[in-house]
């Protein structure tokens, strides 16, 4: 379900590093799964998406990988910028679930200059 | 293209006055809408979600109600807040599983 009641975990990552943001889910039956970045005061933001039967898919500097076997969710982000600073919410549905979607509980990415 | 609006940005009440967040889509026809609310530093829990005009499921029980009166309108409201009110509101509307948020609504409570 969604992880409303926790803090949110952080990541600091040095300017120009690499970022990974993981997320474990919990059903088994989903099969879309959704990254959201959302900025201090703004709406969440689509990053990337990936359906079950993939496990891999890349966009402009980012990369999500999906692990099915230990329900295994990743984000990553090359060449992170101070732009990337935000906080980072991983989504999953299934098909019986009407489509909806259920979020995690999202983790804050912090970029040193 | 597709776009949402949301408004207020910032809205600051007191207790027990009454609520009413707006929010429209444009670009689209017949989309599912929905109401979801963010503490700080927290993550997104869904309140309301609407598949047509007059038809609101509500996930949470609380004190805030949804209507839709047209295909591409959603209101949130309340007759009187609470101060566990407080906290960062999204509209949001789908197209398949995918999610489109709104700007927000910072909403304080006093």
């Known amino acids: 379900g969604e992880n409303v009641g926790l803090h949110l975990p952080t990541l600091s990552v040095q300017e120009g590093d690499n970022s990974i943001i993981n997320c474990a889910y919990s059903n088994s039956a989903s099969d879309y799964f959704i990254w959201y970045k959302q900025e201090s005061g703004k709406g969440p933001q689509f990053i990337i998406d990936i359906r079950s039967n993939m496990d891999k898919r890349q966009g402009q500097r980012v990369t999500v990988l999906l692990n099915k076997t230990v329900k295994h969710l990743s984000l990553q982000i090359a060449a992170t910028q101070p732009g990337d600073s935000a906080v980072y919410f991983c989504a999953e549905s299934f098909n019986n679930a009407g489509n909806m979607l259920t979020f995690g509980g999202g983790t804050r990415l912090m970029v040193k200059p | 293209s597709q776009t949402i609006h949301q408004w207020p940005a910032t809205l600051v009440q007191p207790v027990g006055s009454p609520l009413s967040l707006e929010c429209t889509v444009e670009g689209t026809s017949n989309p599912n809408l929905y109401w979801y609310r963010q503490a700080a530093g927290r993550g997104l829990q869904l309140l309301f979600y609407s598949v047509g005009i007059g038809q609101i499921s509500s996930e949470v029980p609380q004190n805030l109600s949804a209507s839709r009166p047209q295909d591409r309108q959603f209101i949130l409201s309340s007759k009187k807040l609470l101060l566990s009110d407080s906290g960062f509101y999204l509209c949001?509307?789908?197209?398949?599983?995918?999610?489109?948020f709104g700007s927000g609504t910072q909403l304080s409570v006093l």
């Open positions: 949001a509307w789908s197209v398949d599983e995918k999610l489109f």
